[in-house]
């Protein structure tokens, strides 16, 4: 039985006239994949960035609740989120390079924590190409900018750059549904392989994804958790009703 | 389709471009024929000839019944400057021997040479180098000899005697005496150095003022918009503060820096001068000071913009990754908003090299003794009055003795101003486009 990572007790989100989450109660367990699934506007992403505190850019969002992260509590104001984000990173649904080179991409993380020096950080640049498969693509063209890359390459480059910096834990806000199969299918063997070094948290849509790659999932509708458990047994034998529905297509 | 482009051409360059560009073309033409010399002329019977200059060196390809010709005349014989029939000017003859003699303190004369005199004694003349001791007799036009000293004579140029390139190089030098030289006669003769001097001293002491100011100012109101209250306050502040008359800045930079201030700095460190006062008199730091708050809200807002227009997902990528609201501020929207920033500071330089109203108010003046600018200690001299394209072009205008002397230094001042102004909206068009193209090219 591997260890909790994130314990999410009866954690609600409120925008101005919208309830966006509704008294959600979830572990997450390490080293696993964690698929969230549900239809769009379920809340799915938005509990994502509760998980970084990302939520809390936007100013009309109320949380309440509580969400434990290995143990210590990470809503309320005298969190430390940027200690936070440091340990939890994020890929989003599209490719958001810097304006940069590819490798100042991946730099930037890294000279926040404060490397300097350049053999140290042409390494970790390299490390982390190469931990997404993306070295043997751009070791030529380091100093391009990143936005001559393909999507595909791009979206790669942006787990290459979360991960750099070694945060534990790594949220993925549908990070393929913006590329075409091929390179749909090199995010999910990236995934697969990310697996023993960080506890991934994937959020989609896509319902072959959730059950080709995540250990377990959670079936979120409406803003409310309907079920979660382990994936073969969600996608074979799902207990609710709304979740069968949902996955053999019926709804949504 | 075609027809909407029509419409658009029509409109783009009918009602706007063309006359912006013939307007421009007008005042360029204008000012680079001033003072290009044209052949001197010999109007009029035998017994009452005028020797002339036409003051355009293209006067037969121009329209009207009479050209405007320069009477180079000694001094109090009729005016300087007289209307001429076109007939009479195109059967003129243009005598070889004819000279325009320039001179220092006075207007230009035109005669033929007859001879030179010095220590050694007379010799005729025969375009000989003149010394400082030397003495030239002039005969003019109405039979009259003039001995002209040689320290009174600035240049002596056979025009009517010099083939076209000779008459060119006159020219090119002729030009750029008005743009570097300092102004005699009233401002009427010379040139425009230190009005040129005072307009660049001006606009760059108010960028090294305004720019701190405005990237300041500019990132308060960006990293305080969602927390309404003061901020947006001082953001509406900002938009009024571009609607009120540049004058009103004169004033109140009048009353609140260069009196009180001023006043204050006087009495606290320049005591032993005073009663004449040092700071608490208008000079070049307080104009500037006044510019740098009347082109504050562009800078401002123009920054901000550009400060807004970095993308949200960036922002997030950046906090995603661990940084703080200021190191993703440094590091990521501060560099991308740099050109809107320099495009906003180009924007308040063209607004604040054409603007004279509020400087009239605080250190512009007619005639400068001395430039701001010195290689005596401390170099630059900040309580100095200067000299101002804008307010040189007013004062020619207006106050200048004979309207038709200060015509040409008019025309080259307009140019100038136009020149310096379009110049600076182009760089900073360039900028913007460079800008956008390559965030075009570097964003996702």
Redesign the interface.
Known sequence: MSEVVFQIDDLSVRFANRQALRSLTLSLKQHEVSAIIGPSGCGKSTFLRCL?R?VD?D?EANVSGSICFKGQAILGRAVDV??L??RV??V?Q???????SIFENIA??L???GYRRAAELDERVEAALKAVGLWTEVASILLE???RLSLGQ?QRL?FA??IA?EPEVLLLDEPASALDPISTLKIEELIFALKDRFTVILVTHNMQQAARVSDFTAFLSGGELIESGETTRMFTNPTAKATEDYITGRVG | MSRSILSRWLLGFGFFLLPVAALLLLILLDALQVRMPARLLEVGPPQAREWVMPQSAFWRFGWGAQVFVQRGQADGVGAEFRWVERGELESASAPEALVRVRRFDASALFGIPVEVCDGAGCTAWRNQPLTADARLRLELADGRQMVLSGTDIAALDTLNRDGTFKRLGHWLRALAGVVIDAPRNANTEGGMGPALVGTSMLVLLMSAIVSPLGVFAAIYLYMNQ?RGGFARLARAAISNLAAVPSVLYGAFVMVAFVYGLGGFIDQTFFAHRLPSPTFGTGGLLWAACAMALLTLPIVVTVTLEGLERV?Q??I?????????RE?TLI??VLP?ARGAFLTGLILAISRAAGEVAPLMLVGVVKSAPQLPLSPDYPYIHLEQKFMHLGHQLYDLAVHAPSFEAALPMLKVCAALLLVIVLSLNLIAFALRARLIR??E????
């Open positions: 970084n990302l850019l100013p940027i200690a984000r440091a990173g994020m989003f599209r490719p958001n390079p810097f304006p940069l930037y993380g000279r926040l924590r900018p990143a936005a791009q942006m750059r979360a910096v | 969602d993308p997902g960036l997030e990528a950046s906090l995603a990754l661990g940084a703080t190191e590091r990521l991308l390559g965030m090219n570097m964003l996702p």
